[in-house]
């Protein structure tokens, strides 16, 4: 089944500079004013191979991924990058507090190598459809680089924890690496190379299946490298953070649906077609969202020109998913935006959190948004272990993995 591997990473030296300095966010969750900020922090801050800027004049000399490529050496020429002396796992933890809520969580998991398999095989399982424009991107960025600098967040079940306590040995000490991230959230890393804990883990994972809660772009784009470049050695696995779907700290969030330019949009006519009732505050759609109703789809509705919440609510068929109902029943069925559009994002735009969302609502940025509660992890194994796919923008796995505290080097 899951056939998982130390490895020895190229890191950032302590030269380098602080760790915040250094490491991003996932090169897709990076805005331009995040990609502005990182460039100011360091000179060796990872934005500039994973999401470099474009120059005027670029061509096939000389362009983003040029210049990614030529800053990966010079760093690691420089010692600024440093590779490790053995194989190794890393233990990872991620305590972070939820949006909405202000619960306090901690994730934990392990950074090590993934073998790059065809889902075909059954080993590997997605829950989303990939888009051909990011994987052209990260596949030319791969071949110029040869170098993995996020990992794919991958899933497995391991309800005994028995992965998890080994994790906790390694982590009884103080960490290697600690990053507060711009949300808050506290990055920790543990060098995991006592031989007896290594082979712990891969006999643990060993008889496990992986699901992609994150990065299948990434994932599918290395799947695509490794047919490309068979003979490059460690062209066939790639770098992963394994995370185990019963941790208490896995966390999924809502996306929220902004809907905007809209001609001759009538708000009362789409309420009444969505037989919304009155809802009251966001804090009162808040408490309803915070009390579990499985057997109901519940969908939240705002306006841009009134101050009170509606709720489409109705009973859940079996497996049938909210944002499925939201994009077939509401935005095609009442609003007339179709799959296609919803794909170019021609009217939708996405946001994390009520607050946010509604915020931005009201500012004119839309007319209409719809607030979803989170997909819950069974509803993602359902879908994924049965051989099907999710709706884009279904599941926000939060806090996102760092890039740039390991990086695979492929035939090092």
Do not use: C
């Amino acid at each position: 089944m899951a056939r998982v591997f130390p490895f020895q990473p190229y890191r950032y030296a302590p030269k380098a500079g602080a760790p915040e300095n250094l490491v991003t966010q996932p090169y897709d969750k990076i805005s331009p004013a995040m990609q502005k900020r990182y460039l100011s922090l360091s000179p060796y801050n990872l934005v500039r191979i994973i999401l470099g800027e474009r120059q005027q004049g670029d061509g096939d000399g000389n362009n983003v991924y040029t210049r990614a490529a030529r800053h990966l050496d010079d760093w690691t020429a420089a010692g600024v990058l440093e590779r490790e002396s053995s194989p190794s796992f890393y233990a990872y933890t991620q305590e972070f507090e939820v949006p909405d809520t202000g619960e306090r969580l901690t994730r934990k998991g392990f950074i090590g190598l993934g073998a790059v398999e065809d889902y075909s095989l059954g080993t590997v399982h997605r829950h989303e459809q990939t888009l051909s424009g990011p994987k052209k991107d990260r596949l030319e960025l791969l071949r110029h680089t040869h170098a993995h600098f996020g990992q794919i967040f991958m899933l497995y079940p391991d309800p005994d924890m028995a992965v998890d306590r080994v994790l906790d040995e390694e982590a009884t000490r103080e960490p290697d690496v600690t990053v507060r991230d711009e949300d808050g959230a506290v990055h920790r890393l543990w060098r995991v190379s006592e031989p007896a804990r290594v082979s712990a883990i891969q006999r643990h994972m060993a008889d496990k299946k992986l699901l992609i809660a994150d990065g299948h772009h990434r994932y599918e784009t290395a799947l695509a490298f490794s047919r490309e470049n068979a003979a490059l050695p460690g062209a066939d696995k790639v770098m992963m953070t394994f995370v185990n779907l019963h941790s208490p700290g896995l966390k999924i969030l809502a996306t929220h649906r902004l809907v905007s330019a809209l001609e001759n949009f009538d708000a009362e006519a789409a309420l009444k077609k969505l037989g919304a009732k009155p809802a009251g505050s966001p804090d009162h759609l808040k408490r309803t969202f915070a009390t579990p109703a499985p057997g109901k789809i519940r969908i939240g509705v705002a306006l841009a020109d009134r101050p009170e919440l509606y709720l489409v609510e109705r009973d859940r068929q079996p497996g049938e998913l909210d944002v499925e109902v939201l994009h077939r029943g509401i935005l095609a069925g009442v609003l007339g935006i179709g799959e296609e559009a919803v794909r170019e994002e021609k009217f939708i735009k996405y946001v994390r959190g009520i607050d946010a969302a509604l915020e931005r609502l009201r500012s004119g940025e839309a007319q209409i948004a719809f607030l979803l509660e989170p997909t819950t992890i069974e509803q993602v194994t359902a879908v994924a272990f049965g051989g099907g796919v999710m709706p884009q923008k279904s599941t926000d796995f939060y806090p996102k993995l760092l890039s740039g505290l390991t990086i695979y080097k492929l035939g090092a």
